[in-house]
């Protein structure tokens, strides 16, 4: 049992599918004494994840969900349900974890996960969206923290920053520009939720 009993810290529980930065962003706020709480676990899809590795550098236990050893979607959306019962902290984070939740997991946490994307939502959902953004020929893209509701990048707005797109940028140096802003607003979603001072309101996020 690692559940909210006997629990004398706030909890984050971090969901990541690969490479991890965000994850590091939020194991070294943490560190840092940034935001009131420890993170509690990560959990992944990928047997393969770099995050894997810096969890187990920073001592935070790794629950591996390996997809591909699931027998369908829906066996492993039920794991994946029960773990997150299972551990049942103050908050989840989506940083780089890369498939839908389902519904279930959804209404099970309502405004109790968050999801970090790199785009402006509603512009550039989904996969790719720094590649997106430049494709379209916007001149300006950015980041999002947002809650996560039942569709893809389409929940309640936390923070958001502005990066303006450079005349030399291709896909690859405008996504390493908006990563860095990433890994600020994530962490201080973060600090802005466990400190208590995020509320919603339909679509409306308030901070004060
Ligand atoms: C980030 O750009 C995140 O916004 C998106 O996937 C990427 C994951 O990067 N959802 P990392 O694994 O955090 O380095």
Same mark, same amino acid.
């Given at each position: =049992?690692?559940?909210?009993? #006997?629990?004398?810290?706030?909890?984050?529980?971090?969901?990541?599918?690969?490479?991890?930065?965000?994850?590091?962003?939020?194991? &070294? #706020? !943490?560190?840092?004494?940034?935001?009131? !709480?420890?993170? +509690?676990?990560?959990?992944?899809?990928?047997?393969?994840?770099?995050?894997?590795?810096?969890?187990?550098? +920073?001592? %935070?236990?790794?629950?591996?969900? &390996?997809?591909?050893?699931?027998? &369908?979607?829906?066996?492993? *959306? +039920?794991?994946?349900?029960? /773990? =997150? /019962?299972?551990?049942? $902290?103050?908050?989840?984070?989506?940083?780089?974890? =890369?498939? %839908?939740?389902?519904?279930?997991?959804?209404?099970?946490?309502?405004?109790?996960?968050?999801? %970090?994307? $790199? #785009?402006?939502?509603?512009?550039?959902? !989904?996969?790719? #969206?720094?590649?997106?953004?430049? *494709?379209?020929?916007?001149?300006?893209?950015?980041?999002?923290?947002?809650?996560?509701?039942?569709?893809?990048?389409?929940?309640?707005?936390?923070?958001?920053?502005?990066?303006?797109?450079? /005349?030399?940028?291709?896909?690859?140096?405008?996504?390493?520009?908006?990563?860095?802003?990433?890994?600020? %607003?994530?962490? /201080?979603?973060?600090?802005?939720?466990?400190?208590?001072?995020?509320? =919603?309101?339909?679509?409306?996020?308030?901070?004060?």
């Amino acid at each position: =049992m690692y559940g909210k009993e #006997a629990r004398s810290k706030q909890e984050i529980v971090v969901l990541a599918s690969g490479r991890g930065s965000n994850f590091q962003a939020l194991i &070294d #706020a !943490g560190q840092a004494g940034y935001f009131p !709480g420890i993170i +509690a676990r990560l959990i992944t899809d990928n047997p393969d994840a770099h995050a894997i590795r810096r969890a187990k550098d +920073a001592g %935070i236990p790794v629950s591996v969900l &390996d997809f591909a050893s699931f027998p &369908d979607r829906a066996a492993y *959306e +039920a794991a994946l349900v029960l /773990e =997150m /019962e299972e551990c049942d $902290p103050e908050l989840f984070v989506l940083a780089g974890y =890369m498939r %839908i939740l389902p519904e279930a997991i959804v209404r099970t946490f309502p405004g109790r996960i968050i999801n %970090i994307h $790199p #785009a402006l939502l509603p512009s550039f959902p !989904g996969l790719r #969206a720094p590649r997106q953004a430049f *494709e379209y020929g916007v001149k300006v893209s950015g980041c999002t923290v947002h809650f996560v509701d039942e569709g893809t990048d389409t929940g309640p707005i936390v923070i958001q920053r502005c990066i303006p797109v450079e /005349e030399d940028d291709d896909e690859e140096s405008l996504a390493a520009r908006i990563l860095v802003e990433e890994h600020r %607003i994530l962490a /201080e979603a973060v600090r802005l939720f466990l400190e208590g001072r995020i509320r =919603m309101a339909g679509r409306w996020v308030g901070i004060r």
